[in-house]
């Protein structure tokens, strides 16, 4: 069974940084393809990136795109999303997601592993 656990969430003033972490257990971070995805309160989850695992191909929800990095450290089989010049409109649970599914994946559907989340909250 993988298991997922985020960590790296917390309280930033606009404009920091934030790395999010998802420790893959039971499973390989370099095989699988990865997820980001956010909610945002009272609002639907949505995609942020992903990675696919084997090409490593990569996409970025549009509004991220150049402040979010993806990433992912096979000999911590952990994934990364690292997080620049944050708004308060990314403030929401954020998500990792994990995928036998070898191709860029955006849906919530497509992902059979969920990490519990991390909440990041940006301050005005």
């Known amino acids: 069974q993988v298991q997922l656990v985020e960590s790296g969430g917390g309280l930033v003033q606009a404009g920091g940084s934030l790395e999010l972490a998802c420790a893959v257990i039971?499973?390989?971070?370099?095989?699988?393809?990865m997820g980001w995805f956010r909610q945002a309160p009272g609002k639907a989850r949505e995609f942020v990136s992903t990675?696919?695992?084997?090409?490593?191909?990569?996409s970025y929800l549009d509004s991220v795109k150049g402040r979010c990095t993806i990433s992912r450290d096979g000999a911590k089989n952990t994934a990364y999303l690292q997080m620049n010049d944050l708004k308060p409109e990314d403030t929401a649970v954020y998500y990792c997601?994990?995928?036998?599914?070898?191709?860029?994946?955006?849906?919530?559907?497509?992902?059979?592993?969920w990490g519990p989340g991390t909440q990041v909250t940006v301050s005005s």
């Open positions: 997601a994990a995928t036998n599914r070898p191709y860029i994946a955006i849906q919530e559907a497509d992902y059979e592993h």
């Open positions: 039971g499973g390989s971070v370099s095989r699988s393809t």
């Open positions: 990675i696919t695992g084997s090409e490593g191909k990569i």
